[in-house]
């Protein structure tokens, strides 16, 4: 069975600290993602990656970095974290390319900035 | 970005009783997939139907596609209280590129007993 790993369920941080969620996934997918979840504003894209070493912007990237060194590993990194990127972080993966195919998930990691 | 948007945003009914929950986009789609979040989790997969479908069942889920009205609908027919979760469409279309999902803002389903 598809398996997406995310590697904190909860976590709380104190503004202005260096925030590393990490995301693992054993289905040699090529594509992974990070969204955030807020209420009323249900999912928003910050970041995706389409193969190793490679990143695209989503559509809230401002914030946020991340870093694809491994197929099965995608890390998202909060520079210097902030109350206003309190949220529900889900991570997710697909096979192939375009939107054409099921996105599978993590079960998300509730994160509190202090 | 270009979102669907569910409606209604909350619905409740008892076991046993149909849902139904519907889906409008604004661009053009190649396809148009239905996913399921339970409290707390993650986003579960339930059903793709592409651009050149009209309808697609999966045991108690129907779904239907009208590309000239851009507008889906999914129907859960026979209700359990298990399926109290929030259900979220999402488009292939107006994102950055090919890759990712455009996902709606959700219906929230309860089903009581």
């Known amino acids: 069975d598809v398996k997406v790993t995310q590697s904190s369920r909860y976590l709380v941080k104190r503004t202005g600290e260096k925030v590393f969620l990490e995301c693992v996934q054993d289905?040699?997918?090529?594509?992974m993602f990070w969204y955030r979840q807020d209420p009323g504003l249900g999912l928003r894209l910050i970041y995706f990656s389409y193969d190793v070493k490679m990143k695209e912007k989503g559509d809230i990237p401002e914030g946020y970095s991340v870093s694809r060194e491994k197929k099965e590993r995608f890390s998202l990194i909060l520079e210097s974290a902030s109350t206003n990127q309190t949220s529900m972080y889900l991570c997710a993966s697909s096979f192939g390319v375009f939107g054409n195919q099921p996105q599978h998930f993590g079960d998300g990691t509730r994160l509190s900035i202090l | 970005s270009q979102q669907g948007e569910e409606d209604p945003q909350a619905l409740s009914i008892q076991e046993g009783e149909n849902a139904t929950m519907n889906c409008s986009y604004k661009t053009s789609i190649n396809n148009l997939q239905w996913y399921r979040q339970n409290s707390g989790r993650g986003l579960v997969h339930l059903i793709l139907?592409?651009?050149?479908?009209r309808e697609k069942h999966s045991g108690r889920l129907r779904v239907t596609l009208d590309t000239s009205k851009k507008s889906s609908s999914l129907l859960i027919t026979a209700s359990r209280a298990a399926d109290t979760a929030s259900y979220f469409c999402?488009?292939?279309?107006?994102?950055?590129?090919?890759?990712?999902?455009?996902f709606g803002k959700g219906t929230s389903l309860l089903v009581t007993p």
């Open positions: 139907i592409r651009s050149n479908e």
């Open positions: 999402a488009t292939d279309a107006g994102s950055n590129s090919g890759y990712a999902l455009n």
């Open positions: 289905m040699d997918h090529e594509n």
